[in-house]
């Protein structure tokens, strides 16, 4: 098995995987390689050009909270976020510096007069925040609606400060979440034990495939798990150091195709 994440790893700077990284995953399909996607992105932000890789079998979501057959986008696995960790996460909702958003229903929601504000978000970032969440008037009230179905939450932040002060919050419970990271401006939490390594578990129980037969591609500190966990671990050249730490080897970056240079360079293709 195969499994990449996409942010900075698969796709480039205009959020689509290169042609390169496209023609090489589908190579590996046609080799009989099941294909994965791992993205800490919901079901509705996924690219559909992602999607229509042929051979891509599965979509882990959500850091490892939903698992779907890619064909049939059919649900296979889910695992949400506790009614407590919501609870102790509230604060954030009347933070001036921090803006919070909750992953349900496969798309991610936030308060809309942040949304509309929409502080924080690098200008390179901007395009796909507006595009991909749904934005809430009483954003409190329908996160109440939903408690029991949130996949994942999603923290940002403009400064170093302001990281430094959410993560000593979120640090200090780690019995509620598991605490990871995507970007440079975020923190992220998902139930307990879920991470994309678990979900990747998942699949090769599915599919009857060792940990030992796969390869994983990624680039930040949500990705380091499941590069660990697999039998090879690829990180990119704009890897995070923790990604780079996990892995068996480092490849180009996102912008030069470095996944599909990894393939080639170590003769799966």
């Known amino acids: 098995m195969l499994a990449t994440d996409l942010d900075r790893t698969l796709l480039d700077g205009r959020h689509e995987p290169t042609p390169e990284n496209a023609s090489a995953l589908e190579a590996c399909a046609a080799k009989g ?3 994965t996607a791992a993205t800490g992105r919901a079901l509705t932000a996924v690219p559909p050009a992602v999607r229509a890789i042929k051979g891509m079998r599965y979509v882990i979501c959500s850091n490892g909270s939903k698992v779907y057959d890619n064909e049939r986008t059919a649900l296979l696995d889910a695992h949400y976020v506790s009614p407590e960790a919501i609870e102790y996460t509230r604060p954030f909702l009347a933070d001036p510096e921090v803006l919070i958003e909750y992953f349900w229903d496969d798309t991610p929601h936030v308060d809309a007069e942040r949304y509309e504000r929409h502080e924080a978000i690098p200008d390179w970032f901007l395009g796909y ?3 991909s969440r749904k934005p809430h008037r009483d954003i409190a ?20 400060a ?14 509620l979440y598991e605490l990871t990271s995507s970007m440079p401006f975020n923190f992220e939490i998902g139930g307990v034990g879920v991470s994309k390594a678990s979900a990747l578990d998942f699949v090769c129980a599915r599919e009857g495939i060792a940990p ?3 390869i994983c ?5 949500n990705d380091a798990r499941m590069i660990a966990w697999a039998g090879f671990g690829v990180a990119m050249g704009n890897a995070v150091p923790e990604a780079k730490a996990a892995a068996d080897f480092v490849t180009l970056d996102n912008e030069h195709s470095g996944v599909a240079h990894a393939l080639h360079t170590l003769g799966i293709l």
């Open 129 to 131: 925040f507006l595009a």
């Open 141 to 160: 009230a329908d996160v109440q609606a939903h408690i029991h179905e949130i996949e994942n939450v999603n923290f940002v932040f403009g400064t170093e």
């Open 33 to 35: 390689i099941v294909l």
């Open 212 to 214: 030992k037969d796969c």
């Open 217 to 221: 591609f990624g680039d930040s500190e």
């Open 162 to 175: 302001q990281r430094a002060r959410v993560h000593r919050f979120l640090a200090a419970r780690p019995d």
